[in-house]
């Protein structure tokens, strides 16, 4: 019986977990082949290439990101071949499949919830061992009539085999993300949230968990994202993996978690902090919102300070980089409380701040009560909302042009000085620099074509000069170190005007060989000369002298930055004053730049 297990991800770098934990579960008596692609891939190859290997039953990976698509996939594979039996599960169709079996009568059965047990026993069933009716936790219809089966029991996740072992996998651990569980449900109740539904959270076993993590590791995974809906919901159980993970890690291996950050003590997190390599550990952390009474409406219990507190002292670290998430469309946080949401979060400065919008997901408590907030919504997936009693379609579109210029300026860290001079010094508030910057992109048409790095700083130099906003001296200083700062060798193109003549340069570079010390300090490939130290420096004017380490703090005064560039080092900053008289010895403070 040949049997295909596939899904669509978002992205060709994503994993299934799901299909493979089914495989995993259906062996050693059945060996279903596993084949994934992405929602960018055009349908017909997609049906090409499962319908060339002649299955008998295809079973379907189901979400809001892929449902679209995966449907045009399913009916077009049924056209191809009416007898092949297709099988869907997923949180998408877990919930209203009496419906789904309606709209897409080319799907035979819908898996109902957990799938492992119930995919095997589809398969006997296939196989002609049992009666379709000890199929537990399924849907379809039978000669016209809907019928579905109770669910069974919950899996004892201690004794469910490992999904890691493929290996056909091997050869794209490297270069792709891996998914793993260590747990399944969420003790909390939040009711735009789909874990929310499951009562209590049930723990895989904890040293299979560590060897498929070794083995992982072994086998070059760079990238192993747990998927634990709240990762430290035991303090016990995650300072065990914590330390277990800080032991054996293989240098290079990221782990990123799931965490609720009001819960995380103190001595956690100062654990981390002197125990974790840097780099090792990368925190995404739900904030959605700071409105005691849109988390009291969603039945979310969050304590604000304590959550505050974990986000400044993991910052303060510098060991693990956060990933902040709001969501906006909450019910009764209408505009400016969102604005007031945003700018909590982000005068903690998080090293990605994601800016999402609410999705009705079908079986959520939010979707039950759409009416009661005045919800409007796209009626496919991903089901996101377009207003609700306290939010206009308007405003939210001010939010998504909100949302475009926080991930180019904020979350890719492409100008960190300039970003937070301007949030600081120039706007009232983060947010409103975010959204006004927003919608001046967006009314130029910048959303719809594409950037270079140089376009970045242009276009936001063009914003700030019509909008006569903020000391230009300042900022295009800033944004010289920022734009001198991403580039690991001589830039080729410079977005500002050049400053400096022929005679001028010469000057300067004059100035730089004579100093001694400072062709002492710096790191060369060879002795800079005058033959060469145009090949190796950019000299340019700035109006601000940073100050500290890593050149966020300044002063005002007029200078020149010298960047020297040397293969498979960071670019090395040093400031020269204006004001020394060629007759003077060279004085340059050193600046790092991160």
Known sequence: MNIILTTLNAKYIHTNLAIRSLKAYAQPEYEPVLTEYT??????????????????????SLYIWNIEESLKVIRTLKKTNPDLIIIAGGPEVTYDYDKWLEKVPEIDVIVIGEGERTFKQLLDYYARKIDLTEVQGIAYIENGIFKATPPGPKLDLREVPSPFRFHEDLPHLSNRVTYIETSRGCPF?????????????????????????????KNGAKTIKFVDRTFNISRSYAMEMFQFLI?????????????????MR??????????????????????????DLTNELVKRRQNFEKLSRTVTMVKEGGKIAQHLDLIAGLPEEDYNSFRRTFNDVFAMRPEELQLGFLKLLRGTGLRIQAEQYGYTYIDEAPYEILSNNVLTFDEILQIKQTEDVL???WNDNRMPRTIEYIVSHV??????????????????GWSRIGHQLQDLYTRLQAFLEETERGDMNIIRSLMKIDYLAHHSFQPRHIWWDVELDANELTSLEQRILQDEQYLKDIITPTRLTERNIRKHTFITPINVRPNGDDAMEYSMEKGYLITLFCRGHKPQFRFMRESIRSTDKIAMDSITVR
């Open 247 to 263: 032991d054996e890690h293989v240098p290079g291996t990221v782990f990123q978690f799931e965490i609720t950050g009001d819960i």
């Open 427 to 444: 706007f009232e508030t983060p947010f409103d620099f975010f959204q006004q910057f927003g919608t001046y992109w967006e009314t130029r």
């Open 39 to 60: 929602i960018k891939d055009p349908i017909l190859n997609i049906v090409a290439d499962i319908h060339q290997k002649k299955p008998k039953i295809v079973g379907f």
């Open 407 to 409: 991930e180019k300026y």
């Open 189 to 217: 109740s939040c009711q735009f949230c789909l874990s929310s539904i499951e009562v209590g959270v049930r723990y895989f076993n904890r040293e299979a968990i560590k060897d498929d993590i070794r083995y992982l590791m």
């Open 266 to 291: 103190p001595e956690v997190i100062n654990f981390l902090n002197e125990n974790a390599p840097a780099g090792l550990f990368r925190f995404e952390i739900g904030v959605q919102s700071t409105n």
